[in-house]
């Protein structure tokens, strides 16, 4: 299990969303590893194997809602920060509730949430 250094997972079941999120993280010297999920399913296994930091999660999987992941974290306790970024604005407060650091609009906010990706403190 990989425990140190800055890994990313990137939870998008959007093909382009999904690269141009990776393409703008792999820009970060900061980020030790980095993995892409199109799956809820997939993003859940993958915790049992990696020791992520950061997580950029959608909602809306072909799988399930990407809520169900931050109810995961939060059942388990564990210290997770989930930028959710999704379409569903509606859903905000509900994925602050469960433990979201931040929320971004999938429609606006792209360059506000690759800026906070950046940020040496989201680590």
Not at 32 to 38: D, H, I, Y
């Amino acid at each position: 299990m990989e425990k140190s250094g800055n890994n990313v997972l990137v939870v998008e079941d959007h093909p382009l969303i999904g690269k141009s999120i990776v393409d703008a993280i792999h820009t970060i010297n900061s980020v030790k590893s980095l993995q892409l999920t199109t799956s809820l399913h997939e993003a859940i296994s993958l915790l049992g194997v990696n020791d992520f930091n950061l997580i950029i999660l959608d909602l809306s999987l072909p799988d399930g809602n990407g809520l169900e992941l931050l109810k995961l974290l939060k059942e388990r306790k564990e210290k997770k920060k989930v930028l959710v970024f999704s379409t569903n604005t509606d859903l905000k407060n509900v994925c602050l509730k469960f433990g979201a650091y931040a929320f971004f609009d999938k429609a606006n906010d792209f360059d506000k949430l690759i800026e906070t990706i950046k940020d040496k403190n989201i680590f």
